[in-house]
């Protein structure tokens, strides 16, 4: 594992793009755009998991809503690896809503709105290795 390097974050395919068949196609534009898969599984939240997961939102009027939402069927986490991985990654997931997302952005083309947004990608290098480490095991990063 590439170790606080800055090269490491952390992405998910959310509920509405595993229901929605977006799950390969999704990947695909992760590979083709350069990043390693570090780990990657198939998980479903529990509603608890999902409250500890984006705890730091607890306050958020909408904080109900998303996690219902990210609890609600299977996800897929991924570790990726790239270099610049946290702003590469942001970059090509697009705007949190994806009205806003540039041409070309997973949001983009694979988003409903800002609640069902197809991905999550972590917004520093600390909060990559939380949110890695929150849902991968040693074992399962490679
Ligand atoms: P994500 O990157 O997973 O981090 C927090 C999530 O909260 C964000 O993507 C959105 O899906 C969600 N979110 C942000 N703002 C709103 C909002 N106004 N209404 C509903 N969900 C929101």
Redesign the pocket.
């Given at each position: 594992m590439a170790e606080q390097t800055g090269n490491l974050t952390f992405g998910i395919i959310k509920p509405d793009a595993v229901r929605g068949g977006k799950t390969g196609a999704i990947i695909q534009r992760i590979t083709e755009s350069g990043f390693k898969l570090r780990g990657m599984k198939l998980i479903h939240m529990t509603h608890e998991e999902a409250k500890g997961f984006?705890d730091v939102?607890r306050e958020r009027p909408?904080f109900g809503?998303?996690t219902t939402f990210m609890s609600s069927a299977s996800c897929v986490v991924l570790a990726l690896e790239k270099e610049g991985a946290i702003k590469a990654w942001r970059d090509l997931m697009g705007a949190?809503d994806p009205a806003k997302a540039d041409a070309g952005t997973i949001r983009k083309e694979f988003a409903n709105s800002?609640?069902e947004?197809a991905v999550?990608?972590s917004d520093s290098e600390d909060n990559a290795g939380i949110e890695i480490a929150y849902f991968f095991s040693r074992l399962e990063l490679v």
């Open positions: 984006y939102h909408f809503e998303l949190t800002i609640g947004n999550h990608g």
